[in-house]
């Protein structure tokens, strides 16, 4: 398969999700967001971007599902502030979101290899978060991406599962879960099962398909498009709701990492 065609895969999936996902939790994100200043970022987050200081800057959140983290980035004092995702189910719940808080957010619907040059150098921050490079079929030019679209100086702040959790799958409840795939894993991993990541309730969606990538990957890759280190952090919390009991576990493996890298 082509990088486009594993693109329109995973659109239709999401597609799909988008209204199981708002049985779950919509009703709550509006009436949350109608709340001044109101912001689901946990502490991790929130304090690395107070360091960044995000007031008035110009903020892009790629593979930004419905945009609740830049939404509550807006509301941190965040300038112009644009969602990229290739779900246009999610994008239009992003935009009912920022409607019902009369925040001003731009959401985009679009494959994020197909981001325009306009918006080159256009960013104080690019922000990443929560299961988006698992579905990147191609991480070299997603990164070089990241790198046109930052300012001089800018900077890029992911907070992500750790990609060591490719190893397991997420319905293994014992304490000593087995190895189920090889961490060096390249090719995609298929499934149909759907994306209930809330409710869990099992459904046949379309096929998507799921990319492993090491962290070396993630790191030399920011080395590689002149994006400096400049803090990187492993935890034992669990940020993506399909490994929340993995930390229960008496012995467990990071669950989540935080990395800032600067645009030289």
Known sequence: MQRHDYTAANRQAWNEAAPIHAE?????????FQKPGYSLLDAVETALLHQLDVAGKQVAQLC?????????????GAGRCVGFDISDAFIEQGRQLAAAGKIDCTFVAT????????????FDLVYITIGALGWLPDLP?????????????????????HPILNMFEGTDQADAPPLRHSYFRTEPLIDNDGLDYYGFTPYESAPMYWFPHKMADVISLCLQN??????????????SNVFAHFAQFSIKPPLCYTLLAQKE
């Open 64 to 76: 930004c599902n419905n945009g609740r983290e830049l939404l509550s980035i807006k509301n941190m």
């Open 226 to 239: 002149s994006l400096k280190l400049v803090a990187f952090q492993e935890y034992d919390h669990d940020i």
């Open 111 to 122: 494959d994020v290899y197909a981001i325009p040059s306009s918006y080159d150098g256009s």
């Open 141 to 161: 030019s997603f990164f070089q991406l990241i790198a046109r679209l930052l300012k001089p100086g800018g900077h890029l702040f992911i907070y992500e599962m």
């Open 24 to 32: 779950q939790n919509f009703a709550r994100l509006l009436e949350n």
